[in-house]
């Protein structure tokens, strides 16, 4: 029986995972390939530690290059994260000629270009499964799946932290801060928060999924990123009350020639299913012109869920070498041609509608002085409403829903407004999203 | 470029569907395939009709050997459903090498087998993603994204038909039989529309998905099948009383070894993803062991959304035609030993929930009768409910919401309840998921 010999690179939670699921499924994945899967060897510079998973003597070292010089493997498993060394160590695996797995969404949002070509000047194959949402095969699902139609869009929950702070603070009515914290000490939040609450992890995944998606480079400074950290539980509440959760959404839509491609906090209707995905579970609503609305909803992240998704991109590489092919789905259409970036619409020119809420001195004529200022920026207002008594500021809280209006034109007319002198706090905006394409 | 030359046998909506997806998309799909697609004949019983899709001078015959036995096409799309002349057709078209894409979930549940045998020891591909829940590409999701792990269960919404009447009949608070003809009316059910309301499509489907799930043939006599002819908006609007919604669903659980593996309406709680599927969509919950629980949705039927996914299959066959390789992925593992079948549990030794609706007179004792009947059979009740006055016929319903009992105790208990003279209709009994292994 053929053997597929894999080396890790990154003996972290996701790294334990795997060996984890090579070892106790070795027997289901052996009868489904043909073939087997030989973990020859681990390397990290820690080897010391418990990861609570038993390897062989002899397995573990301290010097990648054991794994990617040694001939005998075929397979290696990027899983140290970050920009370098992961992306050296990547390029030298496919200059290796070897296959690669990673779950380095950093680095493919990136650098993804440039190690995609190399790997198919080379012969070789990348495979990402795991760099977004985890455990749900939405790289595939694009690739494959849908590899008859046109995207015409996507909304993401990407990143399982925010999506786990938000539902607290939805389920708690408790503040971000507080949420963070807990989330910290119970592992789902890291001590450094910043990638995942601001928005940069979800801009990472949302720059390959565009990528994947309409099959050209994107330049991620283009895209618009807002984490959840403003967000209150008095924001919580009122969306609540006119029928919308608030979600960080990873947003794109558009064609080939222009996408919009941002990641903000939204409101999402209730009844939406985006609504329902709470905890720390991820989801991608898609969709197709051809096949219409579709979701897929699973864990964005963990030892065993993403774990599987890098043991699954194994067997899939190494389907193809028991069949002695290579390349059999590229990431940008093979062409042949240099491949071209996708416009991204700048945010100014993006059009949506707007939750704000306005943190106000309560005193006569102060909802005509900021109506008055939406309407000379061309932002028609669908809904106001004026919540309670003034709080101990002497402040009191107006909300406010507007029709579609412009990007450019909502924030001339917030920079007006938040200069009045009977406004306590800057302005709170957030975006709506009704429609999702699915009409 | 190398050309993939492709023939259709069945010219109806899923037919005419990918016809059209093939002319319209063909840019798209040589760019992402780095070969062309070539619809080099369609044959049909009928080749008279508009199907709404122009197609060029003499692609059309009547002669379905003019597509099984030419030998410039590549892939034959097996369109016309039922089991002949389908299954000869596509055992023709293997035995001539050629790669097959169905989308007929009847044959492959009944003779898949037979089918799937003769095309490896050919070594060509029946490709199939089309026969379960149309545009959601499950299969792939099994097959591939899945491939590293275990399948725990799944619990499908696989029959638009019938979970478009659950939904109206919700929506509306209307009766089975005026929903279904509205349906029918729209052409969203069939003139004789058995197979949909009565579960047998959801349990083809079944079949599909129990037996790639598990790797093992199935037999689909042994598989409970039940459909939604008889729910009442009585009982739907009491589920929603108690927090549930109920949906047809089809639902497997088990092992290697042993599956549970039945279809049947079922009260689904308010809060689970599933429940939020509504209309005509499809959705499959799936739980894998490393993987978590898992959520695909999306349309299951339809001209472009199940042509969509036929298209998706050629191109998968494309690309591996265009790299000379086939049967990269196989339905059952490659172990080289024959398939054996896995054991579908006896529905008598199910456990589950129950909902019950008795139809009884209302006189002094009854409650106690029913119950006294229910204890003797080691069914506990977990709550109760008597809704109302009695109605024209001197009847009033009971409700009944049971903790988890089997099967055989309560089929037992109702044969002797139903038995009793103060009952005026049988019994109406809904099996109640709670949790579907998402704890």
């Known amino acids: 029986m053929k053997k597929i010999a894999v080396g890790i690179i990154g003996f972290g939670t996701v790294g334990a995972g795997v060996a984890k699921i090579l070892k106790k499924n070795a027997m289901l994945l052996r009868r489904r390939l043909g073939a087997s899967i ?6 990290d510079i820690d080897i010391t530690s418990d990861r609570g998973v038993a390897v062989a003597d002899g ?17 290696v498993l990027e899983l140290i994260g970050g920009i370098e060394p992961a992306k050296s160590f990547i390029m030298r695996a496919v200059a290796n000629g070897k296959h690669v797995v990673t779950a380095n969404k950093a680095l493919l949002a990136e650098h993804g270009h440039e190690i995609f070509s190399a790997a198919e000047a080379k012969g070789v194959d990348v495979a990402f499964e795991a760099s977004v949402a985890g455990g749900i095969p ?15 869009g996507f ?47 979800a801009m990472h995944k949302l720059a390959i999924l565009t990528s994947l998606a309409f099959g050209k480079k994107v330049a991620m400074n283009k895209m618009y990123t807002e984490g959840i950290s403003k967000i209150t539980p008095l924001d919580i509440a009122f969306a609540r009350e006119l029928g919308y959760k608030i979600k960080l959404l990873a947003i794109c839509r558009g064609t080939e020639k222009e996408v919009e491609a941002r990641v903000h906090p939204t409101l999402v209707p209730e009844d939406h299913l985006l609504s329902r995905v709470n905890e720390s579970f991820n989801a991608i609503f898609l969709h197709g012109r051809d096949v219409g609305p579709t979701m897929f909803y699973g864990k964005g992240a963990g030892m065993l869920p993403t774990g599987s998704a890098v043991v699954a991109d194994i067997m899939s590489l190494a ?26 619409k700048p945010m100014k020119e993006i059009r949506t509608r707007y939750y704000l809420r306005f943190a ?11 109506s008055g200022i939406l309407g000379r920026n061309q932002i028609s207002i669908h809904s106001v409403m004026q919540k309670g008594r003034q709080n101990r500021g002497g402040q009191v809280p107006i909300f406010m829903l507007t029709h579609e209006a ?19 706090q800057k302005t709170m905006v957030i975006r709506i999203e009704d429609g999702m394409l699915s009409e």
Not at 38 to 43: G, P, Q, T, Y
Not at 59 to 75: G, K, Q
Not at 144 to 152: A, C, I, M, P, Q
Not at 414 to 420: F, K, N, P
């Open 406 to 424: 412009q990007e450019s034109d909502l924030q001339k007319a917030l920079r007006q407004i938040d200069r009045l002198a009977i406004l306590r």
């Open 59 to 75: 397995l573990l070292t301290t010097d990648a290059s054991r794994v990617l010089d040694d001939p005998e493997i075929n397979i």
């Open 138 to 152: 939405i790289i595939r699902a694009i690739q494959e799946g849908f590899s008859s139609d046109r995207v015409l």
């Open 38 to 43: 030989d973990l020859k060897r681990i390397a």
């Open 360 to 370: 106000a001195v309560d005193r006569p004529g102060i909802l005509s002085r900021i």
């Open 155 to 201: 909304f993401g929950i990407l990143n399982g932290t925010s999506n786990y702070i938000l539902s607290k603070m939805t389920e708690e009515n408790a503040d971000f801060r507080d949420v963070l914290q807990d989330a910290q000490k119970r592992g789902y939040a890291e001590a450094d928060p910043t990638f995942d609450i601001e928005g940069i992890d």
């Open 319 to 344: 389907r193809d070498i028991v069949r002695g092919t290579s390349n059999r789905v590229s990431f940008y259409p093979p062409s042949g041609r240099a491949v071209s970036a996708i416009n991204v």
